[in-house]
């Protein structure tokens, strides 16, 4: 991305895309968060990205993502797609900031590549005295260099994408379930990865005991050649599950 960026005639990238920011930054929140235009992500010269993000989630980049500055990870939002109207001021008040950002990084004379943004966040940098130009092609130009392990990646994990959506073109049938489909295909990933079910029984009244009462067998465990940083991953997420279903009710709220 530096050498992209140092071929380009910008000093500095502004990033909205939630792929962007994740090349950029190594960090990413969620799916769900693909669409919402909330976080962003600068980039300048040779200094370490800044990312701004919701708070919780800039505060787990302080903890966990040590490959970031810590006083880079920041708590922030813009307009997310019209939800924040310009009027309440974020806008402004983050273009100020990015602005005095990358006049300390010495890049205040240079455009500044912003692959997408909401056209208030435009204006508001451009209040700021920016140049903005087209820094998605930047970014794509630096993205489109894959070395040999990245291709071998990205086509097992296609394939591995595309053997679940088969599955679930096969089991898409009037009455079936969200919830159903999305445990098949979680059933399928992990057999994928472990090469073995995760509750395998003599019998199906046992099968459906262990599911009940049982952890899942780390994916380790199967002699697979299970990468660290999955298992670590999964396990992180059979937190955040064992978490969100014991958080309490409404009713046990109240």
Same mark, same amino acid.
């Not at 810590?70 to 100020?96: N, S, W």
């Given at each position: ?182 445990? $098949? +295909? ?6 994928? =990865?472990?090469?073995? %079910? *995760?509750?395998? #029984? ?16 780390? $994916? +380790? ?6 990468? =660290?940083?999955?298992? %670590? *991953?999964?396990? #992180? ?18």
């Amino acid at each position: 991305t530096r050498q992209a960026l140092k071929n380009s005639n910008a000093g500095t990238l502004l990033l909205f895309d939630v792929n962007n920011i994740r090349y950029v930054s190594a960090t990413k929140i969620g799916e769900w968060e693909r669409d919402k235009m909330c976080r962003f992500c600068l980039l300048t010269g040779d200094d370490s990205p800044y990312v701004w993000d919701f708070g919780s989630a800039a505060m787990h980049h302080k903890r966990y993502s040590d490959w970031l500055e810590p006083d880079h990870c920041l708590a922030g939002v813009v307009g997310m797609r019209g939800t924040i109207p310009p009027e309440f001021g974020l806008m402004r008040q983050y273009a100020k900031m990015i602005a005095q950002l990358i006049k300390d990084a010495g890049m205040a004379d240079m455009p500044v590549g912003v692959d997408y943004a909401e056209t208030a966040m435009f204006h508001a940098l451009q209040e700021e005295g920016l140049h903005v130009v087209d820094g998605q092609q930047i970014m794509l130009a630096a993205r489109e260099i894959k070395n040999w392990d990245e291709i071998q990646l990205l086509t097992q994990a296609a394939s591995m994408v595309d053997g679940v959506y088969h599955m679930i073109y096969e089991e898409l049938k009037p009455g079936i379930r969200e919830n159903d489909i999305v445990a $098949l +295909s979680n059933k399928m990933l992990y057999e994928m =990865v472990s090469g073995r %079910r *995760a509750f395998a #029984r003599d019998s199906a009244a046992d099968s459906m005991a262990a599911v009940l009462k049982e952890e899942p067998p780390q $994916l +380790s465990s199967s002699g697979a050649a299970v990468p =660290v940083d999955l298992e %670590r *991953a999964v396990h #992180r997420a059979r937190q955040l599950v064992d978490l969100f279903v014991a958080w309490p009710h409404d009713a046990d709220a109240t």
